[in-house]
């Protein structure tokens, strides 16, 4: 399913479930797309959720921002529009930037009602400097291209050492680009990566903490015990500000929660979500 929204350009979504449910939508990190929430999706359909996963812009199948307009409002505003066209606020559960962007709607006053509920997976307010900068360092790493599925994968597993490299890699080519020179590039425009870089010179961080201060709505804060993108002093600015956030941690799963251990983490996500709904 496509969806025009406000700016003009069109993002690509994977649904699972009935209309009818309560919604939830998913909000894939930097550099992933909507395919990172296969099992997850499913799973909250079975439980009686309808699901939206997004390919935000510049991501997957979604449109490019001619501008090069990768903010947090952007991808905010994006979310705002698909929300207000399926006609029902939505229980948000955003990874890394997903999240960032997802906290940044429940926050403001002029969009906190389209908000029924926030699942923080592994981010913070913000992410932490030192493992945001790596995991910058790896998107960028691959803007060559690679010769085949083979190199990507093992780019793949140098960044994930903790995580069993799969013996079937096929499920890579949905998060590549073939493109006229013979080879697969990442499924993402190169001018997000130069924004987010950028972003270290703004006043994101401040903004988003006032943000946070305005999230009413049921909270839960969900950690990879070996992440190095939110770390417990992240943790414990995200309950300061957000004091009536639960939070878990999950362990032997890193930053990509959802792929290191989508089955506890799928459990923790439907339990909170169905409590919230009580």
């Given at each position: 399913?496509?969806?025009?929204?406000?700016?003009?350009l069109?993002?690509?979504?994977?649904?699972?479930?009935s209309?009818?449910?309560?919604?939830?939508?998913?909000?894939?990190?930097?550099?992933?797309?909507?395919?990172?929430?296969?099992?997850?999706?499913?799973?909250?359909?079975?439980?009686?959720?309808?699901?939206?996963?997004?390919?935000?812009?510049?991501?997957?199948?979604s449109?490019?921002?001619?501008?090069?307009?990768?903010?947090?409002?952007?991808?905010?505003?994006?979310l705002?529009?698909?929300?207000?066209?399926?006609?029902?606020?939505?229980?948000?559960?955003?990874?890394?930037?997903?999240?960032?962007?997802?906290?940044?709607?429940?926050?403001?006053?002029?969009?906190?009602?389209?908000?029924?509920?926030?699942?923080?997976v592994?981010?913070?307010?913000?992410?932490?400097?030192?493992?945001?900068?790596?995991?910058?360092?790896f998107?960028?790493?691959?803007?060559?291209?690679?010769?085949?599925?083979?190199?990507a994968a093992?780019?793949i597993?140098?960044?994930?050492?903790?995580?069993?490299?799969?013996?079937?890699i096929s499920?890579?080519?949905k998060?590549l680009?073939l493109?006229?020179?013979?080879?697969?590039?990442?499924h993402?425009?190169p001018?997000?990566i130069?924004?987010r870089?950028?972003?270290?010179?703004?006043?994101?961080?401040d903004?988003?903490?006032?943000?946070?201060?305005?999230?009413?709505?049921?909270?839960?804060?969900?950690?990879?015990?070996?992440?190095?993108?939110?770390t417990?002093?992240?943790?414990?600015t995200?309950?300061?500000?957000?004091?009536?956030?639960?939070?878990?941690?999950?362990?032997?799963?890193?930053h990509?929660?959802?792929?290191?251990?989508?089955?506890?983490?799928?459990?923790?996500?439907?339990?909170?979500?169905?409590?919230?709904r009580?």
């Open positions: 399913m496509k969806f025009k929204v406000a700016s003009g069109q993002i690509t979504t994977s649904t699972w479930g209309q009818n449910d309560p919604l939830v939508i998913l909000l894939h990190g930097g550099g992933q797309t909507r395919h990172a929430w296969g099992l997850t999706g499913k799973k909250l359909s079975q439980s009686d959720f309808y699901v939206i996963a997004l390919d935000l812009r510049g991501h997957g199948d449109d490019w921002d001619k501008g090069g307009d990768y903010s947090i409002d952007a991808f905010k505003g994006d705002a529009s698909i929300i207000l066209q399926v006609g029902k606020p939505a229980s948000l559960v955003g990874a890394s930037l997903g999240g960032m962007a997802s906290l940044s709607l429940a926050g403001d006053s002029e969009t906190k009602s389209l908000c029924s509920a926030l699942v923080m592994d981010i913070g307010l913000y992410p932490n400097a030192e493992g945001s900068d790596q995991v910058l360092e998107m960028s790493s691959g803007k060559e291209g690679f010769r085949n599925l083979e190199e093992l780019a597993s140098g960044y994930l050492p903790h995580r069993e490299r799969p013996t079937d499920g890579l080519e998060n680009r493109k006229k020179d013979g080879r697969y590039y990442w993402w425009d001018e997000f130069e924004g870089f950028n972003s270290k010179t703004s006043n994101y961080k903004k988003q903490v006032e943000l946070a201060k305005g999230v009413s709505v049921p909270t839960l804060l969900i950690k990879g015990a070996l992440s190095n993108v939110l417990q002093e992240e943790v414990e995200f309950l300061k500000i957000i004091p009536h956030s639960q939070f878990i941690e999950i362990k032997e799963a890193a990509m929660i959802a792929g290191d251990r989508n089955d506890i983490f799928a459990e923790s996500a439907i339990k909170f979500l169905k409590d919230s009580l």
